[in-house]
């Protein structure tokens, strides 16, 4: 939300990390841009810490900013009547924003929020366009980061659709390894579409089968 962002602005901004912010060197990784690009990713980028629980949108609200993760897990959600519907969840070097307010500024579908206690490099979507607007290499860094976000959300309508959920899960595994035994496991039921005592016997039978 603009307001948790703009209260927890630092004055200073990438001093303590040798004069270059986290989103830079991770645009820059992607694809190499000039120093210029850098300079002014370095002077629109800025630290945002926040706690478990904490939201960076919730649905109906418009998002203006892109959050890169430096450290901890979010996830995105819907709400069904009181039921709540993990969409998707995420971690350390990934970008996070909401797709309608980046392309058309519409209110959210999704609530975004940390599921840990997060440090996150936050960049205003006015830095994105004007990136895209002056410096060319930047567009090849857009695409590359929309091709892999595409290739996430097929992955997650791939996973809706197994109708096994074992097989669900084990795709989970060999997918989200780093996440397993880190994220809540009712996150974990509800982005897999299952119970969690369901996914509690899924992953008690496969412990006894090892």
């Known amino acids: 939300?603009?307001?948790l962002v703009m209260k927890k602005r630092p004055k200073e901004h990438w001093e303590n990390e040798g004069g270059l912010s986290p989103l830079a060197a991770f645009v820059n990784h992607i694809h190499?841009?000039?120093?210029?690009v850098i300079a002014y990713i370095n002077q629109h980028s800025y630290p945002l810490h926040v706690e478990r629980g904490d939201y960076l949108l919730k649905a109906g609200?418009?998002?203006?900013h892109l959050y890169f993760i430096r450290k901890g897990a979010i996830r995105g959600y819907v709400k069904e009547d009181s039921k709540e519907v993990t969409t998707w969840i995420t971690a350390e070097n990934e970008m996070v924003t909401s797709i309608r307010g980046l392309s058309s500024q519409e209110p959210s579908l999704e609530n975004i929020q940390a599921i840990e206690h997060c440090d996150l490099v936050v960049a205003p979507?006015?830095?994105?366009?004007?990136?895209?607007?002056?410096?060319v290499e930047v567009n090849i860094v857009g695409r590359k980061l929309l091709e892999?976000?595409?290739?996430?959300?097929e992955e997650r309508a791939f996973i809706s659709?197994?109708?096994?959920?074992?097989?669900r899960y084990c795709h989970f595994l060999n997918t989200k390894p780093n996440l397993a035994n880190r994220i809540p496991l009712k996150y974990i039921a509800s982005y897999l579409g299952m119970t969690i005592e369901?996914?509690?016997r899924i992953r008690s039978a496969r412990q006894k089968a090892k």
């Open 1 to 3: 939300m603009q307001n």
């Open 32 to 36: 190499p841009v000039s120093d210029e």
């Open 61 to 64: 609200e418009t998002c203006g």
């Open 125 to 135: 979507f006015e830095a994105l366009q004007y990136l895209y607007e002056h410096h």
């Open 148 to 153: 892999k976000y595409y290739r996430d959300a």
């Open 161 to 167: 659709r197994i109708p096994n959920a074992g097989k």
């Open 198 to 200: 369901t996914l509690s």
